[in-house]
């Protein structure tokens, strides 16, 4: 077997006669009881080369038709539902994750090669992005079609953007365990690395497992740990609340069960330094000096610290607080 490198020439090249290949986001609204107008959650230009699509790749068929439906009281579709070639990602693909797996997804582009554009679809929001489709994005890349992503709601980086944790280091880590004592142990890892590198970790949960999750958060992690949560993002219910862990012992977790939701742990930072009023100088008459310490922490919050000295007549030697 060569290890020769890849060369330009060998490259896989776009041909005019080859169909692209669109990552179609999908409104953040699935399975919730209430959803939300799509025109609110995705651009027009999405929903019209979504509109224009004939051949689609799917977690699940009878969602992705719910969808097109959809979009075809917006935007009538160019082929009727009924003859739309709809086709779904295996099974296997679902459960097991697909970005490391040796799935082979070339035959499912085939359509491509024939000049047909294809969506990839996930269930809701950005499809291979904590969800199945990365296969097919590398089996396109490795066909040689042109891969568009459209624009459209991505709750990783909405979650993110809203919380005020750090935005320029952060990692997204996928599910984490479900038996107790595992899950345990890697939020004891994510804290870990919160804490010394102040990276920012996220990770999405199954709604009903929310409370348990929650409960596990504040009774690991430490009392000034930031812990976030994005909660029916996009929706007319949407909440996001990002405090110190000892604050979320407060309050009511039960609010937070079976809502899709992220979560995101990270450090607290002071917003802007202390201003510091010097103390009357030496040989001066008594007085009192004033320190007004105001620190802000990523929720917002601010604490004001005030501390005066007295000053001894005799000398200088000061009094602490």
Same mark, same amino acid.
């Given at each position: 077997?060569? /290890? ?7 490259? +896989?090249?776009? /041909?005019?006669?080859? =169909? ?25 230009? &999405?929903?019209?080369? %979504?509109?224009? @699509? &004939? ?24 082929? +009727?539902?009924?003859? $739309? &070639? ?5 099974? !296997? ?15 499912? *582009?085939?359509?491509? #090669? ?17 969800? +199945? =489709? ?23 980086? *909405? ?9 320029q280091s952060f990692a997204f880590v996928g599910y ?22 102040? $990276? #920012?970790?996220?990770?999405? !949960? /199954? ?12 009774? @690991?992690? %430490?009392?000034? &740990?930031? *812990? ?26 039960a609010r937070y069960q079976n809502r899709p939701a ?10 802007? $330094?202390? !201003? ?14 004033? #320190? ?20 001894? $007549? ?8």
């Amino acid at each position: 077997m060569s /290890t020769r490198p890849t060369t330009p020439s060998d490259a +896989p090249s776009f /041909t005019a006669t080859n =169909g692209t290949l669109y990552l179609v986001p999908a409104p953040l609204d699935f399975g919730c009881d209430t959803q939300a107008p799509l025109q609110d959650a995705l651009p027009d230009g &999405t929903l019209k080369t %979504a509109a224009r @699509l &004939t051949h689609w790749i799917c977690e699940n068929a009878k969602s992705t038709r719910a969808y097109l439906k959809r979009i075809d009281a917006i935007y009538p579709l160019r082929h +009727p539902l009924q003859s $739309q &070639t709809v086709v779904e990602l295996p099974r !296997e693909v679902h459960k097991k994750g697909d970005h490391i797996a040796p799935f082979d997804a070339r035959p499912m *582009l085939a359509a491509a #090669t024939a000049g047909h554009d294809i969506g990839l679809i996930s269930e809701a929001g950005m499809p291979a992005v904590a969800d +199945p =489709g990365s296969s097919v994005v590398r089996a396109a890349h490795d066909m040689g079609l042109q891969v568009t992503p459209l624009v459209g709601p991505a709750s990783l980086l *909405l979650s993110l953007a809203a919380s005020g944790l750090n935005g320029q280091s952060f990692a997204f880590v996928g599910y984490l365990p479900q038996e107790a004592a595992a899950r345990a142990q890697r939020l004891r890892e994510l804290e870990s690395v919160a804490l010394k590198t102040g $990276q #920012t970790q996220i990770w999405i !949960e /199954t709604p009903y497992r929310n409370v348990a999750m929650l409960q596990s958060l504040i009774a @690991l992690c %430490a009392n000034d &740990t930031m *812990l976030g949560v994005a909660a029916d993002l996009t929706l007319a219910s949407e909440e996001i609340v990002v405090l110190p862990v000892t604050q979320w012992r407060r309050r009511d977790l039960a609010r937070y069960q079976n809502r899709p939701a992220i979560f995101l742990l990270g450090k607290a930072v002071m917003s802007w $330094q202390p !201003e510091v009023l010097p103390l009357p100088p030496s040989g001066k008459s008594t007085g009192v000096a004033m #320190t007004l310490a105001a620190v802000g922490s990523a929720c917002g919050t601010l604490t004001m610290e005030i501390r005066s000295w007295g000053r001894r $007549q005799s000398g200088a030697v000061f009094e602490g607080p």
